[in-house]
């Protein structure tokens, strides 16, 4: 009577480890795309902000403000985006930039929002 041994193959570990890698291979890349794309929220998130102090802040003095620290938002120490806002039409108008590199390439995500609320994602560092 033959004993037969328990265990795994040297064959049947190889194959589990080329699915294993196979699935990683697949599931990385995308992995690293959502969490681009979460830290993409952050910029839309302050420049939204951003939009209401600039509003309020016309409300109050007929033009928009050149300078984000003389409107009442918080912007993180922490934030991974550059913060910055231009006026033009002598106040009448004025676009908001937020700009990183979130994703350690050369490239540079980078949103604006405008006096007429329209967010856009003018160079958008997550690649499809």
């Not at 004993?3 to 697949?26: D, F, K």
């Not at 939009?51 to 003389?70: F, I, P, R, S, T």
């Amino acid at each position: 009577m033959k004993m037969r041994q328990a265990g795994l193959s040297l064959i049947e570990i190889m194959i589990t480890l080329v699915i294993v890698a196979v699935i990683a291979g697949l599931a990385y890349p995308r992995y690293q795309k959502m969490v681009s794309r979460s830290k993409q929220t952050e910029a839309k998130t302050i420049l939204q902000a951003v939009y209401v102090g600039q509003d309020l802040y016309k409300m109050a003095n007929q033009v928009y403000c050149e300078n984000l620290e003389m409107l009442d938002i918080q912007i993180p120490q922490n934030a991974k985006y550059t913060y910055s806002s231009k006026t033009g039409d002598n106040g009448t108008s004025f676009v908001a930039k937020a700009v990183a590199n979130i994703d350690s390439d050369p490239v540079l995500d980078e949103w604006q929002i405008n006096h007429l609320n329209q967010l856009v994602n003018s160079v958008n560092d997550v690649v499809e």
